[in-house]
């Protein structure tokens, strides 16, 4: 389907998929191979060999392009892949700005793996605008930012820092995981390049690794395609199909991931155990006036901190809930509570966590789409 002029709820069930022309099966075909047949040396049918094309991958990038509203779209073995590839635009000597408040995994890629290949990083809360423009000089090639950020859930103004970035010929990478395309568009904002880890919400279901990135720029997209190409961390046909799936239903799911999200912060933060509840919705979180502006919704992430901040009672509530299952990762339809201090941001170090906010009691939400009540009961026996 070609027109994209269509809202995106149709969008995200249309996008990118024909009906199989060879039997006008309605699903995309798992085309599970290493190869293909050419005619003659040369000549074949847009496909030679599956590490540089997949026609179930092809129809996946199309889709994830149109429901970024992007032009092309590139998709890696995971989110953490298609982090590695961004970065492989960089040289030596190049500096990167990012916020203090990212995923473990990216701060862990950045510092370990390529600070000692001669990229430099500097991370600074993102929250006003002023921090970024005094750590810019000639070196800085890129500004990376989440938002919202995890696990902290700060907002950072896409459209302004795309303004940074166009004064001063630097690329904007916006990882756009927790808020989805269903809730943020970041290259409608200005961003260059829009980075997913697909494995949470566009897969949705907690059955695939995956990672996505999305570009406008024709010359970004080849340099990204070559770097998918040679370095080869591509996804297979089965796991482009699982996320080809579960974008098909990202609208509805979200809707409900909002509503009980919503219902769930507004509820923590009534509860007298609760010290603080990070929640984009409330009209006192940093900026949110930014988030109303930049997002059509508040989705389904919440962090907390109890009353006292001690240790045991936290790990006390991460250990006595039934729906709520104590696992890494989030954006399953199913409800998981987890230890950022220990599993996600396990990789920062802790004088850097406590830093920039991040408690060792402090306890991080995704709210699934399961019954609200149950959720809440659930959080109450658990909380005590």
């Not at 046909?237 to 219902?263: F, S, Y």
């Not at 109890?306 to 199913?334: P, Q």
């Amino acid at each position: 389907m070609e027109n994209k002029n269509y809202k995106l709820d149709t969008l995200l069930i249309h996008a990118g998929v024909e009906p199989d022309p060879t039997t006008g099966a309605i699903m995309t075909p798992i085309y599970q191979t290493s190869t293909y047949v050419q005619a003659a040396p040369g000549q074949h049918k847009g496909y030679e060999y599956a590490r540089t094309q997949n026609p179930t991958r092809t129809v996946l990038q199309n889709a994830l392009a149109a429901i970024e509203k992007g032009k092309h779209g590139v998709c890696f073995g995971s989110g953490l892949a298609a982090t590695d590839a961004i970065m492989k635009l960089l040289g030596p000597g190049d500096e990167v700005i990012s916020t203090n408040d990212l995923y473990g995994g990216t701060y862990r890629i950045f510092t370990k793996m390529y600070q000692p290949y001669g990229l430099k990083f500097h991370f600074t809360g993102m929250g006003d605008m002023s921090n970024i423009e005094g750590l810019i000089n000639e070196n800085t090639k890129m500004i990376w930012i989440e938002t919202p950020t995890n696990p902290l859930l700060n907002i950072i103004d896409i459209a302004a820092c795309a303004d940074i970035c166009k004064k001063h010929n630097i690329l904007l990478v916006v990882d756009n995981t927790f808020a989805s395309p269903y809730l943020q568009n970041p290259l409608t904002l200005g961003a260059d390049i829009v980075v997913h880890s697909a494995t949470k919400y566009l897969g949705g279901h907690s059955d695939v690794v995956h990672g996505a990135v999305i570009v406008n720029d024709d010359s970004l997209e080849e340099r990204l395609r070559f770097i998918q190409n040679a370095s080869g961390a591509v996804p297979g046909p089965h796991d482009c199909w699982l996320v080809l799936r579960g974008i098909k239903t990202l609208h509805v799911r979200m809707q409900r991931h909002c509503e009980n999200g919503a219902k769930i912060a507004h509820y923590l933060r009534s509860h007298p155990k609760v010290e603080r509840v990070y929640w984009i919705g409330f009209e006192d979180h940093p900026n949110h006036d930014i988030a109303k502006k930049q997002m059509r919704g508040f989705g389904g992430m919440i962090s907390f901190v109890l009353k006292g901040d001690n240790m045991n009672d936290a790990m006390k509530v991460l250990s006595s809930t039934k729906l709520f299952s104590l696992a890494e990762s989030l954006g399953g339809v199913e409800s998981l509570i987890g230890h950022p201090a220990s599993m996600t941001h396990g990789s920062i170090p802790r004088e850097e966590r406590i830093k920039n906010g991040l408690a060792d009691t402090l306890i991080r939400l995704s709210v699934g789409i399961e019954d609200v009540d149950d959720l809440i009961e659930d959080l109450k026996q658990a909380i005590g």
